[in-house]
């Protein structure tokens, strides 16, 4: 009788089971001391300061370890983890330094009590441990699976009709995205950045073929390694899409975008010079940042002319500093959810996340899609602390935590999250391991949407992951598919 043979364990797994078992004991550790000790609930101030701190931890351990495993920060799941950290603990990060100009989570005309501060640390403190676990998750195996390698005539093929998709699209929706981002520039001149969402209800059918500019430059960057022409078309279309939405006060649609044109550019085509990037990086982030959220609310295109602008920049104290607590004011969204379910609303038991698949068949019948007459998320939310605000057409956002924590509390809340974290990452690396040109323009694709989930809810972003990034991916693959079969015959 043979012997089975003892499976040896390589250094590389040893080191994922390490770390895993890491995060594991990190997040049983705070639920127990979440449990255990009385004073969390007594005197919750006298935690507030060392779980802003532990916050930071996690987040240097998150980015420590996902280098250590995977050899790189510079990929798709670190933008969105560090997306996620600004968004949802900017402030309390900035409050371990004593960087905040406002007591914590003191933004807006809100404050909370000690309590719902340290409540809210705590969710964002395991929601994010727990997304980062599903991350580590998807590693397991990854290394040990050999990868089916394209061979040069699939390459190519795949290549050419990765081209063509993206070209088609491009010509398809080129004239709606030049029309409405006309229009969304004009209107800001005219009535000022939050006019741009007034009226409410569904996308316009310009305004949904406008989106999948960004995709359309995205297919046809990735299919133009070997096509000069290819890539200055894109880049040219994607700085002037950049220049425009920041014209218009629209930062996230503006920086998405260049993020995911620049990995996928670094990742596929070439790699970036650090000094462009750093540089790029440095002028949107120290300069335009901090300038579009001082002026974008008012109208007129005098808030355009350099004096102007650079009396707005000197008026500015640590500009990215300033950015950040702006934007890590999302956390407040996690805040007033945790305050209002269930004691103004129920958990949704999933709900939310189901009218977010619905989304994917557009509203044909009707004027009002059942998603949006049913209500978003950030909609409710604003109505109920501010309704004159909302009357205004105004929101604060949302919070992909937040989401998570209206539909399953305090202890589903992070499995969903966890769930969520294991399938970006895997899709992440399934795509990077490919090294085709197909997968990597679908994932980016993605990406140039799926960054602003981090303060937004999946209602908004579903379309993005099927019809601007799965979609044009299918096609390509149907006609990669087409084209094998008619050499065959």
């Not at 390490?18 to 935690?47: A, H, K, M």
């Not at 989304?359 to 019948?365: A, E």
Request: net charge positive; charged share 15%.
């Amino acid at each position: 009788m043979l012997k089975k043979k003892a499976k040896i364990i390589t250094s590389s797994q040893l080191k994922l089971i390490t770390i895993i078992g890491i995060q594991c004991s990190i997040l049983i550790g705070f639920i127990l001391f979440r449990l255990t000790v009385p004073s969390f609930e007594r005197q919750p101030e006298i935690y507030i300061y060392p779980f802003c701190c532990s916050l930071l931890g996690l987040a240097i351990w998150s980015f420590f370890s996902w280098y250590l495993l995977t050899k790189s920060l510079f990929n798709p799941y670190s933008f969105f983890l560090l997306s996620a950290y600004i968004f949802n603990s900017g402030q309390a990060l900035l409050e371990v330094f004593g960087l905040t100009k406002n007591e914590l989570l003191e933004f807006f005309e809100f404050s909370f009590s000690s309590q719902t501060i340290l409540d809210t640390l705590y969710l964002v403190f395991i929601a994010m441990g727990t997304f980062h676990l599903g991350g580590l998750l998807s590693l397991i195996n990854i290394k040990h699976k050999k990868s089916k390698n394209l061979n040069p005539e699939q390459n190519i093929l795949i290549e050419k009709n990765t081209y063509k998709v993206g070209i088609t699209l491009l010509k398809i929706c080129f004239l709606p995205a030049v029309f409405v981002i006309f229009n969304s520039v004009r209107t800001v001149l005219t009535s000022g950045y939050m006019a741009l969402y007034e009226g409410g209800g569904t996308a316009s059918a310009a305004g949904i073929l406008a989106d999948f500019i960004i995709p359309a430059c995205l297919f046809l960057l990735a299919g133009s390694k070997n096509v000069p022409k290819g890539r200055v078309i894109s880049a040219t279309i994607v700085i002037l899409y950049a220049m425009s939405k920041f014209l218009s006060g629209e930062r996230n649609r503006a920086i998405m975008p260049l993020i995911s044109f620049a990995w996928l550019w670094n990742y596929f085509i070439s790699p970036f010079p650090k000094t462009l990037f750093l540089g790029v990086g440095s002028l949107i982030g120290f300069v335009l940042i901090p300038v579009i959220s001082a002026t974008r609310t008012e109208a007129g295109g005098d808030k355009f002319s350099i004096n102007y602008l650079i009396e707005i920049f000197s008026q500015v104290e640590n500009p990215l500093f300033a950015a950040i607590e702006e934007m890590g004011s999302s956390m407040m969204t996690v805040a007033q959810t945790i305050e209002l379910v269930p004691r103004v609303r129920d958990f949704q038991w999933g709900l939310d996340y189901f009218y977010a698949i619905l989304t994917l068949v557009p509203s044909i019948f009707g004027d009002v899609h059942p998603t949006i007459a049913r209500g978003l998320a950030e909609k409710w939310l604003v109505e109920e602390i501010n309704p004159y605000f909302a009357f205004n057409y105004g929101t604060y956002g949302f919070s992909f935590i937040a989401e998570a924590f209206l539909s399953f509390g305090w202890i589903g809340a992070p499995i969903a999250l966890g769930v969520i974290g294991f399938l970006f990452a895997k899709m992440t690396l399934w795509a990077m391991k490919s090294h085709n040109p197909a997968k990597l323009a679908m994932l980016t694709s993605f990406l140039s949407f799926f960054l602003f989930y981090a303060r937004s809810e999946s209602a908004l972003m579903m379309r993005s992951l099927v019809w601007y990034s799965l979609f044009p991916y299918l096609w390509v693959c149907i006609l990669s598919r087409t084209k094998r079969k008619k050499i065959t015959i």
